[in-house]
């Protein structure tokens, strides 16, 4: 058997110990001294093996970047990998959702998305150290407070040491129960459709009213039209609010809407069917705000080389290494839009991100963790 996969066998109820501490210390995104107890816990776990620096996260907690000291004397670049510390859980959550094991899952809050990636990394880096396999490369691990509110205080040090790496791994999980690897992910974005019209009495005045309700419904079903499922652009006005009494013209009506593409050149034309929306009643006024904020990331010819790597490796493993596309976003989608050679979905196989059934699978734990090692020392 592979001498790295055989390791992270034997060191499996580690793995699974550590993974249940990362779960128990709860870390939700609104919550900074909670990430930064998680940040602590993280700092704790890997001062014997690695230099540690935090960083500021303005109204969030605080950035973690790990370099951990690894084999080998002649490192030439570096090898960025990233991960998240917040979750979408709130603080509590663990009462009705506890750290479990059972049905040969682990099961809680944040499970899947992501700590069992941070656990994996950690755990691979140890891989190397043990069995003294040197690393081509120096590595850099960096995780993110905000992921999962849109990475606004993130995104500069990302982008930072993006781009002074030859290679970014994202530690996020897999795709489906396969746990498929992440060649491409869609950009995201937000429009913010506010119609203001003219209130007036529904009984005595009807006629002087111009009811932004009626004008945005208008709009919506125009905005419907952007669409395009065969170029991977999707738009969904995802929620609507406006007026506030039945008997009340209304004067003013908003719709929240999340847009998808799968290509960069497709964002502009986009942008500018929202920026160009025209009232049907010319009582009426319409203001749009938003965009995208996060680039796709495109399949590009690193990504696929970086891919191929990967499945050869995992093929030393026993496993069949496929890819996939998701229409989420991660941090990989910024450090993919700069040029960057990035590979999503290493971390855990599972369901159920943040949703009820978050769950990893116990034995894809250690061909993961193995995966990871090999990358680091092949890269
Ligand atoms: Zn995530």
Redesign the pocket.
């Known amino acids: 058997m592979d001498p790295l996969l055989s390791y992270a066998q034997r060191r499996l109820g580690d793995i699974v110990a550590l993974i249940r501490r990362f779960v128990e210390c709860e870390s939700p995104s609104d919550t900074p001294d909670a990430v930064n107890r998680f940040v602590e816990l993280v700092s704790d776990t890997v001062a014997p093996f690695a230099k540690v620096k935090t960083v500021k996260g303005g109204r969030f907690g605080k950035q973690l970047m790990v370099e951990p000291s690894l084999p080998g004397k002649r490192k030439q670049g570096q090898i960025l990998a990233l991960?998240?510390s917040d979750?979408v859980w709130s603080m509590g959550t663990l009462k009705t959702m506890p750290f479990r094991q059972a049905d040969g899952r682990l099961w809680g809050p944040g499970v899947?998305?992501?700590k069992s990636?941070i656990a994996f990394f950690l755990f691979a880096v140890q891989t190397l150290r043990e069995l003294e396999i040197p690393a081509a490369s120096k590595v850099l691990l960096q995780v993110n407070s905000d992921?999962?509110v849109g990475s606004e205080a993130s995104r500069p040090l990302t982008e930072k040491n993006a781009k002074a790496s030859k290679a970014v791994l994202v530690l996020?999980?897999g795709t489906g129960l396969t746990g498929k690897l992440k060649t491409a992910r869609k950009g995201v974005g937000d429009f913010t459709v506010t119609v203001r019209g003219r209130a007036s009495h529904a009984g005595v005045d009807f006629t002087a009213g111009a009811s932004a309700v009626v004008e945005l419904a208008r709009q919506i079903d125009h905005i419907a039209t952007f669409t395009h499922l065969d170029r991977g652009i999707t738009v969904n006005p995802g929620v609507i609010s406006g007026g506030t009494r039945s008997n009340v013209v209304a004067a003013e009506a908003t719709a929240e809407v999340d847009i998808r593409v799968l290509r960069l050149k497709d964002a502009p034309g986009l942008e500018k069917k929202f920026k160009s929306l025209k009232p049907f009643d010319r009582r009426c006024t319409i203001e749009v705000t938003g965009g995208l904020n996060r680039p796709p990331m495109e399949r590009s010819a690193g990504i696929v080389k970086l891919f191929r790597t990967a499945q050869a490796l995992a093929r030393d493993l026993g496993v069949d290494a496929e890819e996939s596309l998701t229409g989420?976003g991660?941090d990989g989608n910024f450090t993919a839009a700069l040029g960057v050679p990035t590979l999503d979905g290493l971390?855990a196989v599972g369901e159920g991100?943040h949703a009820a059934n978050e769950s990893i699978l116990v034995d894809r734990i250690a061909d993961r963790t193995a995966l990871i090692a090999k990358l680091i020392a092949a890269l």
């Open positions: 991960g998240h979750t899947l998305d992501m990636g992921e999962e996020e999980p989420g991660s971390g991100a």
